[in-house]
């Protein structure tokens, strides 16, 4: 009978000491006063070269099977991604394609936080491998309440971006 007790002594102490963890200490993700921006989407960029027509000849240097009239590099350019809140750089990076052959999706995930605020944000993105200049941009005024994630992702069928 006393074994008993005492293993019930014992799950009540382990109990109690699971459920004080639980609530203590308090964990935050967030000061009262931030909001997160996260970038999050996966983006095909333009192919290095443009595809090409083979000629005849070589054509009949391929296997019967290999024989497909355009000759297209499989390669894309890496994407160059900046963010900017005010005029100032939150985040910048250039994604490289993935895949084998970096023929792939380039993907991004980033959160920053920022001061709960009115900002102007600015998102360009440059995947055509360009010196300058973005190929996409979007710029917006927005109000950042404390505790909000501004999510910003790109839509690849209208080739834009989207803020929610």
Request: charged share 20%.
């Amino acid at each position: 009978m006393s074994t008993y007790i005492g293993q019930f002594i014992t799950y009540a102490i382990f109990a109690a000491g699971i459920g004080l963890f639980s609530i203590w200490p308090e964990y935050r993700m967030l000061d009262d006063n931030e909001a997160v921006v996260s970038v999050t989407f996966s983006h095909s960029s333009k192919r290095i070269g443009a595809c090409r027509e083979l000629t005849q000849a070589e054509l009949n240097e391929l296997a019967p099977n290999m024989r497909k009239p355009n000759s297209c590099p499989r390669e894309r350019h890496p994407t160059y991604l900046e963010l900017r809140a005010d005029g100032q750089v939150i985040f910048s990076d250039t994604l490289l394609p993935s895949g084998l052959w970096e023929d792939g999706k380039a993907n991004v995930y980033h959160r920053s936080r920022l001061k709960a605020g009115t900002y102007e944000i600015f998102i360009g993105m440059n995947d055509s491998g360009t010196s300058e200049g973005f190929d996409f941009e979007e710029t917006i005024g927005m109000t950042l309440a404390p505790g909000q994630n501004l999510v910003v992702g790109f839509d690849d069928q209208n080739n834009m971006f989207i803020l929610k």
